[in-house]
């Protein structure tokens, strides 16, 4: 999450946060020498040393462009914003999957059956929708930094991109596209991934928020759809976890059908993605528990039981009984 970009929450209407510094030359280029060394033998240190020396020189390239960065900070919110997203995500060819997202592990919940543990996933549901209001109603609280900068309010804006955003992949870069809702045109669905097949659950009926018994209603009814196709459907879920331009050409493939665009646009527009995974065979160690979570265990276990594109995933284990 960039943490210094100007305030929009209405507890904080009248304060700015602090500007993303830019450090001195001198300190990026010695840090940068000390992070080389490390990686390099040391005839081609030398070089680099040298080529750095030469740009860091007084009236070198590196002076010019520190003024820039300079003046690049004065005019924008962040100016390391842009650079973070495309360089380090959007631009990113490597496969989503270990390379860029997070995983979250939850304490480990003990279920007593299958009804348990989808009586747990629908409160969890219904969580989350208790949450995006708070997000909706810009009701969060602010968050401080700790360590050196202990007491400096943090930039609240990324909570509220969490339900909405989407990450299409492309030939070249991907496209983070955030829809800023009103009421009327926000997500009224959540996608459920069970046996590699992906259901819509609509969250809203006769104008009102399902509750956790109905949601646990709906969750079931999904089990026996899935439990009872006899042919299922190919497992498409796990080609978003392929190099993105690969995936980007699958997409363009996938989209020249009907059914296909459809489809792919109720998952693209949801709130996020229940994943109800089958049992994975592996010991409920916390690393197992995490890769699981990160990857579903790879295509021979969950790995297809995903979206990756979506920014929130909530990944549940039924057969083996656990939440994570």
């Given at each position: ?18 500007k993303v510094p830019v450090p001195p030359l001198k ?35 590196g002076e010019v462009l520190q003024k820039k960065l ?243 995933q909530n990944r549940e284990s039924l057969q083996d009984?656990?939440?994570?």
């Open positions: 999450m960039p943490i210094l970009e100007k305030e929009t929450t209405r507890d904080q209407d009248s304060q700015m946060l602090p300190q990026t280029l010695d840090t940068y020498l000390k992070c080389v060394q490390h990686l390099v033998k040391e005839e081609q240190f030398k070089k680099t040393r040298a080529i750095v020396e030469k740009f860091g020189a007084p009236g070198g390239v300079l003046q690049r900070r004065d005019k924008t919110t962040n100016w390391v914003y842009d650079y973070w997203l495309e360089d380090m995500y959007l631009n990113n060819r490597l496969a989503l999957p270990v390379n860029s997202s997070p995983v979250m592990v939850f304490p480990k919940q003990t279920f007593r059956d299958q009804t348990d543990a989808l009586r747990f996933a629908a409160r969890l549901i219904r969580g989350v929708l208790d949450y995006k209001a708070l997000i909706d109603a810009r009701a969060l609280p602010v968050d401080f930094a700790r360590g050196q900068l202990a007491g400096t309010p943090l930039c609240m804006e990324q909570y509220y991109r969490l339900f909405n955003s989407y990450r299409y992949p492309g030939l070249k870069t991907d496209t983070l596209k955030v829809q800023m809702n009103t009421a009327s045109s926000a997500p009224k669905h959540i996608i459920v991934a069970c046996k590699n097949q992906f259901f819509v659950l609509d969250i809203v009926a006769n104008s009102k928020e399902l509750n956790e018994t109905e949601i646990l209603s709906q969750l079931e009814k999904i089990m026996k759809m899935a439990e009872n196709t006899k042919d299922g459907l190919p497992p498409f879920g796990i080609l978003t976890s392929d190099g993105r331009t690969e995936w980007a050409q699958a997409r363009d493939v996938l989209t020249k059908d009907q059914t296909n665009r459809d489809s792919l646009a109720l998952i693209e527009s949801c709130l996020c993605v229940v994943c109800l995974d089958e049992p994975s065979g592996l010991e409920p160690r916390d690393t197992n528990r995490a890769l699981l979570m990160l990857h579903g265990g790879g295509r021979e276990k969950n790995g297809a039981n995903r979206w990756y594109d979506k920014s929130m009984r656990e939440n994570i």
